[in-house]
């Protein structure tokens, strides 16, 4: 036998026992106790129902025999009647006549008196109606006590009032409390033994079981639990061995399985050392590949922005070409008609060279927004707005793109002006390509900017029509673009939000207001 098994059978002191043992015992003691307790109050009110119906009967054959007496005020039989009835019933403590008219008159076994006053026991209603009960005296015994009214042809005389002795009715309840003191020693001394072998025979199975479970925890998959019994615990028994059995089972074919791993972990592990040989040319490879999609990017970001800027060139230089061209006709005119002066040429040469002047302006502020920043700095941010509005600003007017700006000039940010400019650029020429295609009649993009705390807001606001909803969540996207081919490269809106968001530590967003569309840009102000 197993030694587990043994102290189980000997001594199952276990948990489980315990609470049913427990559970059992109190159960049938306190049922008993219960049962006691519902069975007292209804003896108790058996034997004041028993005292009330002698007390009834006594009080109606002393009225019945002494009607006569007590209408002629004949004390003397009244006495020597109610003397008898007290000789006859030793329970008897007192009977006491109450006329509403005349003295108390009191007769006790020991002899009777003539009261002055109403009894201490009396009430008025004891005139009216019958009242019973057992009453504590002043010095602490108790007594049943019986009042009613003694009535002669519906009209009331007075009352009776009669006293018996309580003793033997609270005898009777001491002895009842006994008694169920005894009936739940005797249930204890029953019920602990019929409970330690139910609980014994309910829970040893289950301890059996755990056991064997503990020890299938701890990887012995040879125990087996044999319990001959034709019930839910003989089905547990059954169903225990069955899974230890599968258990066996499964654990020679993860045995089986383990070997197949370890096999196949070596060749993985031969190959992954194989791997590991040209892992580092393919990561120098693949780092290179990725290099070169950026430069590749890059490149196309600045062809795009250098087209944007040779659109611009053409635009800003159309009018100082045209002036300039007319100054040259001027001096042509002029001196084909012999009106040519030295205070004129040099007035039209003076025209001239500031168009040329103006041109080379415009030339060096396109050098200047392009050329790149190394290293983050403050800059203000009204000028860098101002610096990408002064590019498009005749592109804008030639396409009658009414640009309105609201920027305080003490606004201070840190980042890349340059690269802050091309986003404005960049964010602008989308707007301008909206408006163009939607049709508007009063086409307006108005740059809006706001200090909150340690944050600015640069908002950008058209009335193009807005973004499709279909397109809104992939404008971010390289390469990406809704216009035709050869018109737009996809990567003006990828490389702004790489700009501000990585770069410049901002965020930049977009969504649909009334009428249009409006990019938010988000960056720390500088303090």
């Known amino acids: 036998m197993n030694p587990t098994d043994s102290i189980i059978r000997l001594f199952?002191?276990?948990?489980?026992?315990?609470?049913?043992?427990?559970?059992?015992?109190?159960?049938?003691?306190?049922?008993?106790?219960?049962?006691?307790?519902?069975?007292?109050?209804?003896?108790?009110?058996?034997?004041?129902?028993?005292?009330?119906?002698?007390?009834?009967?006594?009080?109606?054959?002393?009225?019945?025999?002494?009607?006569?007496?007590?209408?002629?005020?004949?004390?003397?039989?009244?006495?020597?009647?109610?003397?008898?009835?007290?000789?006859?019933?030793?329970?008897?403590?007192?009977?006491?006549?109450?006329?509403?008219?005349?003295?108390?008159?009191?007769?006790?076994?020991?002899?009777?008196?003539?009261?002055?006053?109403?009894?201490?026991?009396?009430?008025?209603?004891?005139?009216?109606?019958?009242?019973?009960?057992?009453?504590?005296?002043?010095?602490?015994?108790?007594?049943?006590?019986?009042?009613?009214?003694?009535?002669?042809?519906?009209?009331?005389w007075g009352a009776m009032l009669i006293d018996f002795d309580a003793s033997e009715y609270e005898a009777n309840i001491d002895e009842m409390y006994r008694q169920l003191l005894y009936i739940s020693l005797i249930s204890l001394v029953v019920i602990l033994p019929i409970g330690y072998f139910f609980a014994l025979w309910l829970t040893r199975p289950i301890a059996t079981i755990s056991a064997a479970a503990s020890r299938v925890a701890h990887g012995d998959l040879d125990v087996r639990v044999d319990i001959a019994r034709r019930d839910e615990i003989g089905d547990l028994s059954h169903s225990f061995n069955q899974m230890v059995t599968a258990l066996a089972d499964n654990r020679r074919q993860l045995e089986n399985v383990n070997l197949d791993l370890e096999i196949k972990v070596r060749e993985r592990t031969q190959a992954l050392d194989d791997l590991n040989r040209t892992l580092d040319q393919r990561v120098r490879d693949e780092v290179a590949k990725r290099k070169e999609q950026e430069q590749l990017l890059i490149h196309q970001s600045r062809l795009a922005a250098m087209g944007e800027m040779i659109g611009a060139i053409a635009h800003q230089w159309r009018q100082p070409l045209n002036a300039l061209s007319l100054v040259l006709q001027n001096i042509g005119l002029q001196h084909k008609m012999g009106r040519l002066t030295d205070e004129s040429m040099a007035r039209l040469l003076e025209k001239g060279e500031a168009m040329v002047s103006r041109m080379s302006t415009t030339i060096d502020d396109f050098r200047n927004f392009f050329k790149p920043a190394k290293h983050a700095e403050p800059f203000n941010l009204s000028a860098a707005i101002q610096s990408a509005v002064g590019i498009v600003d005749g592109m804008f007017k030639n396409h009658s793109i009414l640009l309105h700006v609201d920027c305080p000039e003490d606004i201070q940010v840190t980042g890349y002006m340059g690269e802050f400019s091309q986003v404005v650029l960049n964010i602008l020429g989308n707007a301008k390509d909206a408006l163009l295609d939607s049709g508007q009649a009063a086409p307006v993009i108005r740059i809006l900017t706001q200090a909150e705390g340690d944050k600015v807001r640069i908002r950008f606001v058209d009335n193009g029509g807005g973004i499709a909803p279909e397109v809104l969540p992939k404008i971010w996207e390289p390469y990406f673009t809704t216009k035709d081919e050869g018109q737009g490269t996809g990567i003006g809106l990828y490389m702004s939000k790489m700009i501000i968001e990585n770069n410049m530590h901002g965020r930049l967003e977009v969504q649909n207001v009334a009428g249009g569309a409006q990019f938010t840009v988000t960056l720390a102000r500088f303090a």
């Open 12 to 156: 199952p002191g276990n948990r489980m026992f315990l609470r049913v043992f427990a559970l059992f015992g109190g159960l049938l003691l306190a049922l008993t106790i219960v049962y006691g307790l519902l069975i007292i109050p209804l003896q108790r009110d058996s034997l004041l129902k028993v005292m009330y119906s002698q007390a009834s009967t006594v009080s109606r054959s002393i009225i019945q025999a002494c009607s006569d007496a007590m209408l002629t005020d004949d004390y003397g039989f009244i006495v020597e009647h109610n003397l008898q009835v007290l000789q006859n019933n030793k329970s008897i403590l007192s009977v006491q006549m109450v006329p509403k008219r005349g003295s108390a008159m009191r007769i006790a076994p020991e002899g009777w008196v003539m009261l002055e006053g109403m009894p201490e026991e009396f009430r008025q209603d004891d005139f009216e109606q019958e009242s019973y009960g057992i009453v504590q005296a002043a010095d602490g015994s108790s007594h049943y006590h019986y009042a009613a009214p003694i009535l002669f042809s519906g009209v009331s």
